[in-house]
């Protein structure tokens, strides 16, 4: 009795060699064994030290879960992946939190961002955000914890409505001031002037008062403030008007 063995088993009988001849390779030998973790961002790196990774150990074993949890707890950090650079090397790669608007502290010196979740971060100036609002006259700026002054929440909002729609408008807000505790004071780049109105009405109000000026080209010399808390309306105050009161 002749047996014979067909090309496409003898093929697959040898990758099934080769695949176990690797695995065993990955295993057995030292070939694998782990010799570099790499943080991204470079900034996390400084965590290194804390972690407890078993350098020398075989890659596919190695037991990173450890590693990640340690880096999810940051306040700062809000996702972590973990990738194999076979075949000695684990990149994790963090993201972190991205300030949605900067807040003067209130000594009146200290930068901090502010999350989209309405916390309080640390103001990293090696990444520019100098296009973000700036937020003043806010209270109780303690890091990571969450704003407490409920307007913050409608302006972001409003903000961000600005944005997608008003890019150019959104680009101008340069400073929001909540001192005031029943309205809040915009100031734009190109307007030496204040414009007063409430935190949930600053989408409509930039929106008419773009519209007031495109129509009316109005002599914005004259003008020291312009008032948008009474809806419809665009109350200018002039500087003879403010003499005279």
């Known amino acids: 009795m002749t047996f014979r063995v067909r090309w496409p088993f003898a093929i697959m009988g040898i990758m099934l060699l080769l695949a176990a001849g690797a695995v065993g390779a990955a295993i057995y030998t030292d070939f694998f064994a782990l010799k570099r973790v790499v943080i991204e961002p470079e900034s996390y790196s400084v965590e ?18 450890d590693a990640i949890t340690y880096l999810i707890h940051k ?12 075949p000695n090397q684990i990149t994790l790669r963090v993201n972190d939190f991205k300030p949605v608007a900067l807040a003067l502290g209130e000594d ?11 916390r309080f971060m640390p103001y990293d100036k090696s990444k ?24 913050v929440s409608l302006v972001l909002t409003q903000l961000n409505q ?17 001192s005031t505790a029943d309205s809040i004071t915009v100031y734009l780049d ?11 009405g600053i989408f409509e109000g930039i929106k008419n008062l773009k519209q007031f000026l495109v ?28 003499k005279k009161g």
């Open 215 to 242: 129509d009316f080209n109005p002599e914005l010399q004259e003008i020291v403030r312009i008032d948008l808390k009474s809806e419809g309306q665009i109350i200018a105050t002039r500087k003879q008007c403010q």
């Open 48 to 65: 290194l030290s804390q972690l407890s990774i078993p350098f020398g150990q075989n890659i596919l074993f190695v037991p990173i879960e």
């Open 75 to 86: 306040p700062t950090v809000f996702k972590v992946s973990a990738g194999y650079n076979l």
């Open 162 to 178: 600005l944005k997608q729609e008003q890019a150019d408008f959104y680009q101008s807000v340069s400073a929001i001031d909540l």
């Open 190 to 200: 190109g307007l030496r002037f204040p414009i007063v109105m409430y935190a949930g």
């Open 108 to 118: 009146g010196r200290t930068m901090l961002g502010i999350d989209d979740r309405y």
């Open 128 to 151: 520019q955000n100098i296009d973000l609002p700036l937020i003043t006259g806010l209270k109780n700026c303690a890091l990571y914890q969450k704003v407490k002054d409920y307007r």
